[in-house]
Structures are given as structure tokens and as C-alpha cells.
């Protein structure tokens, strides 16, 4: 480790008072090093991390980290301070600040050295000495492992081992009340260590950056299952990669514990046994709980139905998640993977008319009559591609939405539920309602207590054949035809929409394109305009829609690259050099291209932006402007239709937003010249403007 902290990376007279602060403080420290390239960029990407859970832990530790293209080489910069941020730990504020920068490309070498180091902050040993230290140089080399906090390395191995030799049979007051009574249950019923050998725990640890939480989550528990006097071993699935836990360790295991806010991978190996699933924070700071638990759960005989556990999405309560948050990110697990279909299947479409004119969709089948220098046989080839491709839309809806309910297992019934949407006509809607049935149904199932015996033929047989047959029984006989009803009504209605109505459709649209640069509000408007298309024979409604979404989601970025030409002077250092990319990217429909002007000034960016996306939505289609393609942006143009009234729209929405983002900084001119780089607003808007852009 010696290369990525030194001297200069410690700070033992933190001066700071948020977190916010914190993190710029250390990471002006990377940047006089050059080990961070773009200081406002970097700190965005950590405050990002940030909004996703936050990096405080129990013991006055704090460790904000995250992976981001602004970091050259692995770096660590420590803090000490004395009167302690809030980094968001149950127990109160922090006072060591270990600020971890990993490259988007980080090797599995470094990250296994950044891992060691997580593991380090669960010994009170090494916080303490660090507590302790009188110097800079003292401090790093602590870090680094050069030196060695007291008591030695020999004193605690052996402390170490007494405790696991003795603590299980002489200090049994040392272990939660909770696992106690799961030990004691267990030897009554006959459990494990009724036959002399102790309890066996298995165990899978995963954080969203995989450097930090991940191993400190192992350390505690393996911590706690020495102190139990349990057999406890962990997986831990971080950045660097996972090594698989042999499959004799799993089948002897008596229980499961995952800590984890991303899915667990290959999860079906642990199947089949009492499982305590919570968030990788609680592995950290109640991991004898935890193992307590587990030990109850099986001593009570409860145990997963031969299928893979709920996954964090169903967890009820985790990290004060409503019902209404599950269901948002159930839909938009089938819309992500359904996304990829809509822009293939519609380009290659779009292609096919673009060369061999709308006729081409009467043409026979390539399988049958294809001529290699015909260019209408090779239109026709595209159009046939493309129309295949849009045919698993609503299948890939309905099986992905299923999947993000119930894992693996909602597969099955959600693509064949989505399939009969397709055929009764149900479309879209029933995609959505097919999907959401399929995961129901098979997370009902797996809340049977299965006997033993048929476990092992759940997942393979029992489960893909009862939820498929109760999906096909619902959508064919109880719900598909009052859906295929209402989605010919709404199909009907938007056929009608002129004049007025559309304008003010269009204005809509463009408001949730332009509302939050790709969260749930961005990714409605597109799918409801994707869906539109996701046929081969759209209505000229549909194409309208598709075509006003398109424009007004390439003005927030063209309008920030126009505004830091104009007005250079109203911007930092790093926006100018993002308005040269934003350029492309807004050409190119990617809306990315706005987030580090959303990310450090919302009040400001995300407003005028609203005004220009309303603005270009209702004039597309008051120029009755179409698009057959669901992405491309000027690339498609010879695919729209009234081409040069689009990019008139387009234009004028660009100028409208530029004009209003221009003015509102010119309001606040003076506060612009302080040093900060950005509003105090911009960390907080991270979790919004770092959030993937349907676009």
C-alpha cells in the first residue's frame, strides 16, 4: 500500500463540518498529488456513492469511496477530526475519514490491498493507534502496515486463539441472548451441535462499489462467529472479483446469511436453507444478530422453498423502502432490459423504410426470395430483423419485471405470460400486468414450506410448471381481454390526439424528459413513446410522440454546451471542458451530456432545462414532425419526418434553455467566483443526476 498513501494524504487536524466538506478537503489532497484529475467530477462520483447508502460505521469511522474515471492510480487520504462528521452511523458522528479512489479500471491487486485495508478498520487495535498518532508520517505508515499498533501481532494471535478455543465452552455471557437461544434450540431438537460439532454458517457480503462495505461486513461476521463459537465462512463478491465457496462447504452449511444491497450472484447454490437476507450495513453492525438468527431459523425447521432466496428488491422495510418504491423498480427492471429491443429492432426497422420506402413491409420473406444486389431485398432483410427483434418486447417486459420480484424463478411464467399479452393483443399493458402476476405468483409459492424431499426438483420442475400454468389461467380466461380492451382504447385516443391536445401532449413529454436526466420521470416519457413504436405498423400518433421525446431530450446538454460558448465566463474551469462534449452527446441523444451542470447547479439547469424540453415537445408536434427510430438523434434525421421543422424545434428549445440558464447565473454572478466549484446544491443533487439515462 505503500503507493497510495503518504504524508501528504493525511490530514490530522480535519477542520471540517459535513461530509460534503470533508470529502473536498482529502481530495484536494489527491489532486496536488495528481492522483485526481478533476476535482468537481471526482467529488460528484463520491457524492453519488454517498446518496446510495451512506459510508458512516459504528466506532466513529467514516469512508467515503467510490470508483470514477477522474481517479488515475489507486489513492487513500486519511482525516482525523476532533470534533466529528456526521457521516450518517447510527452511533454518532466520526472522527476517522478514510476517503478510498479507486479508478474506473482499478486491477484486482489494488482492490484486494483497498479490501485489506476495509477489514483493518474492524480491529479497535488499528483505530485506536490511529487515534493516537502524533504525526503524518506516523499515521500513513500505520495504514500502510508498516508499523504495528500495540498490543504486538504475537500478543493478539494469541489473545485471538484463547478466545476461540474458550469462548464457545467458559464465556458464554459474551454471546447475544439471540444466538444462545438458537444454540439451545438447536441441541434440543436434535440440531448440529447435538451431534458434537458446532453450527455451520455460510455466508455472501456485496456493496454497489465492492471495495469498502463488502469486507468489512466479512470481518465482522467472522468476528462474531468466533465469539459464538460457530463455523462461519464468507464469500465476499466485490470489485475484485469472487472466489466461489466450495459446494461440499455450502451442502454441510446449517445456515445462510447474506449482507448485501446488490443482487447476490449465482444465489440457487445456497438454496434450500434457513437464510437471513438484510442489507451489507447489518452485517457490519449487528452481525451476532445475525447469527443468532440463522441459528433460530433452524432450529425452528424454516427454510427456503428449493429456490433462491428473496432478493433485496422484495425486501419489505429495507432501508425504509415502501411498496411504492419495490414497484417502481420492478417496472423498471423489465423496461431496462426491454429498452435494448426497442432500439435495435426500431433502428433496423427504420432503416428498412429508409432504403426500400414504407412498401417494404408487404415485401416477401428473405427466407424465401432474398437477391444480394437488390437493395430492396436487402430493406426488406432489416425490416424482417427488426420486426422479429420487437416481437420479444413485450415477453422481455413481462419476464424481467418478474424477475426483479422473484429472481430466476419469475422468469418462466413472466415470459410466457408476457407472450400471451402479446397474443390476445393486450400489448403493453399487458406486458406490465403479466409481469407483475408472474413474480406474485412464484414469490406465493416460495413462501410454502416444501417438504425436504421435493426441494431439490422445485426450482426445475415444480415452479416454472405451477406459476406458468396459474400466469396462462389468469391472462388467458380472467384479466387479458378487459386489458386488450383498454389498450386498444388508449391506442385509439392517441390516434385521435390534433391540435391543441397534441401541443399540450407534447410539452408534457418534453417536461418529464427534462425533469430528472434519467431517473423514473425521464424513463416513463421514453418507454410511453417507445411502446408507441414497438410494432411494425405504428400509428402516426406513435411516431409523433416518439419524435417530440427525442428532441426534447437532446436540448438540456446542447443547450449547456451553447450556453458555456456564449457565456463562458458564468461556468468553472471543468464545465467549459464538459460543454466541448455535451456538444456530441446532445447530438447523439444522450443526456448524460447535462448531468455535471444538473449535478452542480439543479436550482438553476434543471428548470430551464423543463422550459426548453416543453418548448420543443409542443412545437414537434405542432410541425406534425415523426420518427419510426426510438434513438439516434441528428443521426436519424433522414428518418424523420418535416426534418427541417424538427430541427427548427430543437433549435428553439436549445435557445430557450441557454437564454434561461445564462440569465439565472447572471443573478448570482458574484457567488460564482467562489472557489467551491458549484452551489451547495450540487452533492445533493448527485443521486438524481448519476442515476442511468433511459435516453
Known sequence: MSD????????LDLSAGTKEAAARA?????????????????????AAREAQMPTGLDGGIGIPHCRSAHVTEPTLAFGRSAAGIDFGAPDGPADLVFLIAAPAGADDAHLTILSSLARQLM?????DALRSAGDAATAAALIRGDETPAPAKDEAAAADATAGAEGASQDTAAVPA????????????????????????????????????????????????????????????????????APEVIAAAD???????????????????????VGVKAGINRPADLIGEVRAKAARGEA???????????????????????????????????????AAGGLLIALGFAIGGYEIKSAPSVLNHFVWTQSDSWAALMFQIGAVAFGFLVPVLAGYIAYGMADRPGLVPGFVGGMIASTINAGFLGGLVAGLLAGGVVMAIQKINIPAVLRGIMPVVVIPLVSSAVVGFLMFVVVGKPIASAQKGMTDWLNGLSGSNAILLGALLGLMMCFDLGGPVNKVAYT????????????????????????????????????????????????????????????????????????????????SAMVGGAVTGSLSMAFGATLRAPHGGIFVVPLIGNPFLYLIAIAVGVCVTTALVVLLKGLRKPAQQTPAGGSAAGPAAAKEAKQPVAA
Open 4 to 11: 497510495m498513501i503518504t504524508a501528504d494524504l493525511v490530514d
Open 123 to 127: 480491529n479497535s487495535e488499528f483505530t
Open 26 to 46: 482529502l481530495a484536494e489532497r489527491m489532486v496536488a498529488l495528481g492522483r485526481v484529475t478533476d476535482l468537481e467530477g471526482f467529488l460528484a462520483d463520491v
Open 528 to 607: 410511453f413513446a417507445t411502446a408507441g413504436i414497438a410494432v411494425a405498423s405504428p400509428s402516426d400518433s406513435a411516431m409523433k410522440i416518439m419524435a417530440a421525446v427525442m428532441a426534447a431530450g437532446m436540448v438540456p446538454p446542447l443547450a449547456m454546451a451553447l450556453a458555456t460558448t456564449v457565456r463562458g465566463k458564468l461556468f468553472t474551469e471543468t464545465e467549459r471542458e464538459n460543454g466541448k462534449a455535451a456538444w456530441v452527446l446532445g447530438a447523439s441523444f444522450i443526456s448524460e451530456g447535462a448531468i455535471p451542470f444538473a449535478a452542480a447547479d439543479p436550482l438553476r439547469v434543471i428548470p
Open 255 to 277: 445456515g445462510v446469511i447474506f449482507a448485501h444491497d446488490v443482487p447476490v450472484r449465482e444465489k440457487e447454490r445456497f438454496a434450500g436453507k434457513p437464510t437471513v437476507d
Open 304 to 342: 427456503t422453498s428449493g429456490s433462491a432466496p428473496a432478493t433485496p428488491v422484495e425486501r419489505a422495510g429495507e432501508a425504509g423502502e415502501g411498496y411504492g418504491t419495490k414497484l417502481r423498480k420492478w417496472l423498471m427492471s423489465g423496461v431496462s432490459y426491454m429498452v435494448p429491443f426497442v
Open 178 to 245: 439471540a444466538a444462545s437461544a438458537g444454540t439451545a434450540a438447536a441441541t434440543a431438537d436434535g440440531g448440529p451441535e447435538a451431534d458434537g460439532r458446532p453450527f455451520r454458517i455460510v455466508a455472501v457480503t456485496s456493496c454497489p462499489t465492492g471495495i469498502a462495505h463488502t469486507y468489512m461486513a466479512a470481518e465482522s461476521l467472522e468476528n462474531a462467529g468466533r465469539e459464538a463459537g460457530v463455523e462461519l465462512v464468507v464469500e465476499t463478491q466485490g470489485s475484485a472479483g469472487f472466489t466461489r465457496l
